[in-house]
């Protein structure tokens, strides 16, 4: 289905490039941008640093302190953010009801003190300690998946690595049944789809729709398993919430059991894809950390900063707010645009240039505040296992020659495949 605002099928070519211009004059929904948003991010910081987008039908913030105190800023609701279906058709609101309510109850999507209750939960899985407890299974796991293609000589980095890695990590941390793993994979995919769109179509709608849908079965049936035989996985941890009734409802326990299945595979997928992405192009940096493994911390910080997975998130203004001179009325969304933000030259020297050793690294990828990643140390240490294994066994890979095709997905930036040559694999690995 089109979206409402698309030109009509049977309006002349002209006519749709004119329509298009009127609606997207920055060109933020065109492949070129997709492929490289920054250079129009460098503009709209310039030009408009807060900029109505007919496009997204809502404010565009660009600049780095702007966006960090918009993620402070109670007046910019997450919560709000959520309820588009209810500005819809009756009949379409109707249909769109299931997915309403499951993303009503995400943490994700949550203002304080909703937002507090359920994040202290999920935070106890979460602690640094706990986390780097992980790191020896990680690695294994990214040995694994990379003995299964070394002998063909190639891969693709999402395919093979990317995707797989954070399936299967969520998957041990949740307490989902190994055999189940490789099945959440659409599903995460396709709520990415929705609310990474920015102005979703009614299609894109209804994918997000049927994904939520059999999650929520899914899910039903490992927690009744669950709840026969309890282990020491966060699932079972949620369940004990649930059954408690202090913390968590019945809807809340779906709802954040898709939330983390969402956050734990997403972001993290396209952390990977593209940081290899950045190294495979930027043969100094990769050299630097091979000759350095110690550098794979602040490489990783730098690599989240270069080229953020989450290119933005969304608000609603609670009420009429001014910035730059430019009012914002109650009720309009806005979009927190980190990919914009982590360019800023106010905020970091040189900010195209890929740095390892740069110093001051305060990237705002992960969010700021209260919104904060909850599962950001354990992006980290994927990220770190993936890229450092990937680099020690394989130091001459090299990209596949031809295109690589960028998801149209404006919000979550993440390629649909990357192709590569392994090379010999070091004699060290």
């Known amino acids: 289905m089109n979206s409402p605002d698309a030109p009509k099928p049977d309006a002349p070519p002209a006519a749709n490039a004119a329509a298009d211009a009127d609606l997207d004059p920055f060109r933020l929904q065109s492949p070129e941008t997709l492929a490289n948003p920054y250079p129009v991010y460098a503009r709209l910081r310039e030009e408009a640093p807060v900029y109505f987008?007919?496009?997204?039908?809502?404010?565009?913030?660009?600049?780095?302190d702007q966006v960090a105190a918009g993620f402070r800023d109670p007046r910019l609701s997450a919560k709000r953010s959520s309820a588009f279906v209810t500005k819809l058709p009756d009949e379409v609101r109707q249909r769109l009801e299931p997915l309403r309510r499951n993303l009503a109850s995400w943490a994700l999507l949550l203002d304080p003190p909703e937002h507090t209750r359920i994040r202290s939960l999920i935070?106890?899985?979460?602690v640094p300690r706990l986390v780097e407890g992980l790191r020896s299974r990680v690695e294994t796991l990214v040995n694994e998946l990379l003995d299964a293609v070394a002998p063909t000589g190639r891969m693709d980095v999402l395919r093979d690595l990317g995707d797989l890695l954070p399936l299967l990590v969520i998957g041990e941390v949740l307490g989902v049944p190994v055999e189940?793993?490789?099945?959440?994979?659409?599903?995460?995919?396709?709520?990415?789809?929705?609310?990474?769109?920015?102005?979703p179509t009614l299609e894109i709608a209804g994918g997000a729709l049927s994904a939520v849908a059999e999650l929520e079965d899914y899910f039903r049936g490992v927690i009744a398993a669950r709840r026969q035989s309890p282990g020491n996985d966060l699932l079972s941890q949620l369940i004990i919430a649930e059954e408690q009734?202090?913390?968590l409802g019945e809807q809340e326990l779906l709802s954040t059991c898709c939330m983390l299945l969402f956050g734990g595979h997403e972001t993290t997928k396209n952390l990977i894809g593209n940081g290899l992405l950045a190294l495979l192009r930027h043969r100094s940096e990769r050299d630097a950390l091979r000759g350095t493994p110690s550098l794979i911390g602040p490489a990783v910080e730098e690599l989240l900063r270069y080229d953020s997975p989450v290119q933005w998130m969304s608000r609603v203004a609670?009420?009429?707010?001014?910035l730059d001179g430019v009012r914002i009325p109650k009720g309009d969304r806005a979009f927190l645009v980190l990919g914009a933000a982590n360019r800023d030259p106010a905020q970091f020297p040189d900010p195209d240039r890929l740095d390892f050793r740069r110093t001051d690294i305060r990237h705002i990828s992960l969010g700021v505040g209260v919104h904060y990643c909850a599962g950001s140390a354990l992006a980290r240490v994927e990220a770190q296992a993936a890229i450092s294994t990937f680099l020690r066994r394989f130091p001459d890979a090299e990209l596949s020659p031809g295109p690589l095709t960028w998801r149209m997905n404006p919000g979550m930036r993440g390629l649909t495949a990357i192709p590569i040559e392994l090379g010999p694999q070091s004699s060290a690995s």
């Not at 935070?123 to 979460?126: G, I, M, S």
Request: aromatic share 14%; net charge positive; no cysteine.
């Open 180 to 199: 189940d793993r490789h099945r959440l994979k659409g599903w995460s995919n396709a709520l990415s789809g929705f609310l990474g769109a920015g102005r």
């Open 318 to 322: 609670l009420d009429d707010i001014e």
């Open 245 to 247: 009734g202090t913390i």
């Open 123 to 126: 935070n106890k899985a979460f």
């Open 53 to 64: 987008s007919a496009a997204y039908n809502g404010w565009l913030i660009t600049r780095y």
